[in-house]
Structure formats: structure tokens, C-alpha cells
């Protein structure tokens, strides 16, 4: 089962939170929009309301929020968001994925609007970075070379 991948902001900490939620146990956040708000016990925070800023599909397109709709379209974009011009009045055709959440959704982008009672840091396991390290190692082995 495809998994949707929650990139929590706390714009007053201005600290963000991971969180890996089944497509299943999150059915109420498919059909959102970029700006639309939710309430946080769908991905398990509760009393939290959250707000939907952005996100990416499965294949890495962003979504963008003047592309209505849940499919994949080109458009000239000539700045913020989606693509940033290096040079004055420089644009650009590239392709977006629709405002709307799908199945196709991978990661979802959200900032926190209402904190619930319990702090955010109780409810979401965060990982420490020797966790994380082992992660690493294990994927790629466990062994280190030396040169």
C-alpha cells in the first residue's frame, strides 16, 4: 500500500516533523486543496489543525496551486512557486501536478495553524541522529572502507 509522507512545519518553533502515514488511514485528506485546512486527527494529532502549503507526486512533480484539478499539466512559469528565474523576466515551461490531493500524492507539505493541547514533539517519534546513522549503514552494508 502507497504511504503519504507529512512534512510538518511549526512556524513559531520553525521546526519541521516527518510522519509516514498508510493512504488508507489518511482517505479524509484525498480531494484537499493547497490552502484548504484539516483537522490533525486524521494523521494522529489530535486537537491540531493544519494547513495544506504544497507537496510533490510519486515521480518528484510539485503541485502548484493555480493548476486546479489532480493531473499533470505544462505551464510557462516565470517565478515562486515551482520554479525560481536566475535572470530578470525569465521563464519557463515546466510540469506541474494539479492543487488537488490523489493517490498520486507522495509527500504532502502542511503548517501548523492550531497546536493542540500536547506538544507536537509527544505525538510524532522523532528520530535521533544515531537512529538515523544506522539507517544509513544498514542500507548500504554496514561496512566502511578506508582509503
Do not use: W
Amino acid at each position: 500500500m502507497a504511504v503519504f509522507k507529512f512534512n510538518i512545519s511549526d512556524p513559531e518553533t520553525r521546526k519541521s516533523y516527518q510522519l509516514e502515514i498508510e493512504q488508507s488511514k489518511a482517505i479524509g485528506i484525498i480531494g484537499k486543496k493547497i490552502g484548504d485546512e484539516f483537522n490533525g486527527e486524521i494523521i494522529g494529532l489530535p486537537k491540531y489543525t493544519l494547513k495544506i502549503t504544497g507537496g510533490t507526486d510519486k515521480d518528484g512533480f510539485p503541485m502548484h496551486p493555480s493548476v486546479e484539478g489532480i493531473g499533470r499539466k505544462k505551464v510557462l512559469l516565470s517565478g515562486k512557486p515551482c520554479f525560481h528565474p536566475k535572470i530578470k523576466g525569465q521563464r519557463k515551461r515546466k510540469t506541474v501536478r494539479g492543487n488537488t490531493i490523489s493517490e498520486d500524492i507522495m509527500q504532502i507539505n502542511c503548517k501548523i495553524v492550531v497546536k493542540g493541547e500536547k506538544p507536537i514533539e509527544e505525538l510524532i517519534p522523532v528520530k535521533s541522529k544515531k537512529e538515523e546513522k544506522e539507517k544509513v549503514e544498514s542500507k548500504s552494508g554496514g561496512e566502511k572502507t578506508s582509503s
